[in-house]
């Protein structure tokens, strides 16, 4: 019985002012205390009065009783008042708050705090919200940059080994791929640094990649994958098509190294190998990096070779 009378009490009291250590108890408590404060400062002052002017001791009792009773009577009708008040412009906003900010912790920083009545909340509200927007940014900006080469802004081995995992995933789904892989690299390039120096040898790297680029069609994508190597995924190129575009790739780079940089005496040319995927299970990822494999290995020939060649 008094476990029950207890428990609704309780209920009561959470009812009346709210859970314990919120925002609002804590309003309503901090209320109740400089309301009794303030009352008894008044109630001495008013006695203080009555006493200087000599009003008789149960004119003071009266007046002190019917005080109390209206204090009490405005104490309640205040604390309804608060408890509503608060509910609406405090309580449920942290809610709203609060929801909208456990979202966003779970790492969807696309999501923003929402706005509700423009006031002091508000503004601490679409402070957040900017320092979201400027999070979003640096953590896109860092998402694709950590997928790009810093000198060349082309893709990285990173990327690359994403784009596996992608049309890895595809293959496993049903989808029918058809994919072509192009790996090539400067000839002597050490031999250009060691020459001109590695500002020369980063600037050539860079007008490779912008020539190459310009070369290649919508759905093919060029990858920086270290040093002077490079590698083309081709989407879907035609079988008879392919020697034609390798060739074109390939004397637009040494045209355009040539007239870029007429100082350098030695010719730019480029070796490659060129695979298809025809005869490799791509649904199993492992199997593009022995493509890449069987590509490295016709670069290796091409170079033995004499350089300058791309091997099929």
Not at 29 to 55: A, P, S
Not at 276 to 296: C, G, H, P, T, W
Request: proline share 2%; aromatic share 14%; glycine share 4%.
């Amino acid at each position: 019985m008094i476990f029950t009378m207890s428990k609704v009490l309780r209920k009561q009291k959470d009812w009346l002012i709210g859970p314990h250590n919120t925002l609002r108890n804590k309003i309503i408590k901090d209320t109740f205390k400089y309301f009794i404060l303030y009352f008894f400062i008044f109630e001495f002052l008013l006695m203080g009065y009555y006493f200087v002017t000599n009003q008789p001791v149960d004119t003071v009792i009266s007046v002190l009783q019917s005080n109390i009773l209206a204090a009490l009577i405005t104490f309640i009708i205040i604390i309804l008042s608060f408890k509503k008040t608060l509910q609406r412009h405090i309580h449920d906003r942290f809610q709203i708050i609060q929801k909208d900010m456990k979202i966003i912790k779970k790492g969807n920083f696309s999501k923003r705090i929402k706005l509700e009545s423009y006031d002091e909340f508000d503004q601490m509200v679409y402070f957040t919200n900017s320092l979201l927007d400027e999070f979003e940014k640096k953590i896109e900006f860092e998402k694709k940059y950590s997928l790009m080469d810093p000198l060349t802004l082309t893709y990285n081995r990173r990327a690359l080994s994403l784009s596996f995992s992608k049309f890895s995933s595809r293959i496993k789904r049903g989808d029918k791929i058809s994919l072509s892989l192009f790996l090539f690299d400067i000839d002597h390039f050490k031999r250009l640094n060691d020459t001109y120096g590695h500002k020369m040898g980063d600037d050539v790297l860079k007008e490779l990649t912008k020539v190459t680029k310009q070369v290649l069609r919508k759905d093919d994508t060029l990858y920086r994958i270290g040093g002077e190597e490079f590698i083309v995924l081709f989407f879907k190129l035609p079988k008879q098509k392919e020697e034609e575009l390798i060739k074109r790739i390939q004397n637009e780079i040494g045209y355009q190294l040539r007239k870029k940089f007429p100082s350098l005496t030695s010719k730019l040319t480029i070796s490659g190998g060129f695979i298809r995927s025809a005869k490799y299970d791509l649904s199993n990822e492992e199997n593009f990096e022995v493509m890449i494999q069987d590509a490295d290995k016709l670069l290796y020939e091409a170079k033995n070779s004499g350089r300058n060649k791309i091997l099929f």
